[in-house]
């Protein structure tokens, strides 16, 4: 099972500040705090609306994640929080973070190895990895393909928890650079889909997924997207 802490999302800003000292008082906070922030569990609220706070002095679309302690190494995922337009403010962070010993800074949400046996959970939803099914077809834009994920227990009642859960696994399966860069349309639906018989298994989505932008999204399964319930 996936070792994953919440994104905590921020409320978008208008403009970023990539100013150098504005990205330098970001990090002397980090390193000021780097003790606390190491030890850092699920619990930890008081620290991670800390943290959310001084990314938001860079970009308020920021956001991040944390990997386990291993072998007395951390690492922190710096993520643009589905924004493209935000990308920029992820690599000028990076760019200008110090070498921490005990900790190992990323750019953008990766791709997980092993994504047979996790479950997701967002509000009172629980979703199994093993659960979910794709569909995933050529997109109206050049160069992108679209993708409907198949949820169990999705529903447009709570449209904007389903949403999150559903972008999680995306970026999960693919990394969220290239949710960002080669996917076009997004949707969501459930089990009862009349297109769910023509879909696959989550496990598969990487390697479908990356045969299809070797090509250039020109050779994806051509068929009609699901309409999105929202």
Not at 194 to 200: G, Q, T, W
Request: with cysteine.
């Amino acid at each position: 099972m996936l070792n994953m802490f919440p994104t905590i999302p921020i409320t978008p800003a208008m403009h970023a500040d990539l100013r150098p000292e504005t990205l330098s008082e970001f990090w002397r906070w980090f390193a000021a705090n780097e003790e606390e922030l190491f030890n850092l569990d699920i619990n930890s609220r008081r620290m991670f609306d800390e943290l959310s706070e001084a990314m938001s002095r860079v970009d308020a679309n920021l956001t991040y994640e944390f990997g386990p302690v291993l072998e007395n190494k951390r690492e922190l995922f710096i993520s643009a929080g589905g924004n493209k337009e935000s990308f920029q403010s992820v690599r000028a962070l990076y760019a200008a973070s110090p070498g921490l010993e005990r900790w190992k800074f990323i750019q953008f949400r990766q791709r997980h190895k092993y994504i047979n046996d996790f479950k997701l959970g967002y509000g009172h939803h629980v979703v199994k990895a093993s659960d979910v099914r794709y569909l995933m077809v050529k997109d109206k834009k050049p160069g992108k393909v679209g993708i409907t994920l198949f949820l169990d227990g999705y529903s447009e009642m709570d449209w904007e928890a389903w949403e999150h859960i559903g972008y999680l696994f995306l970026d999960i399966a693919l990394g969220e650079y290239d949710v960002e860069t080669y996917v076009g349309a997004i949707m969501f639906s459930d089990h009862n889909s009349v297109h769910l018989k023509r879909s696959l298994p989550y496990s598969s989505l990487p390697k479908h997924f990356d045969k299809s932008v070797k090509t250039g999204c020109r050779k994806v399964y051509r068929s009609r997207l699901v309409r999105s319930a929202r």
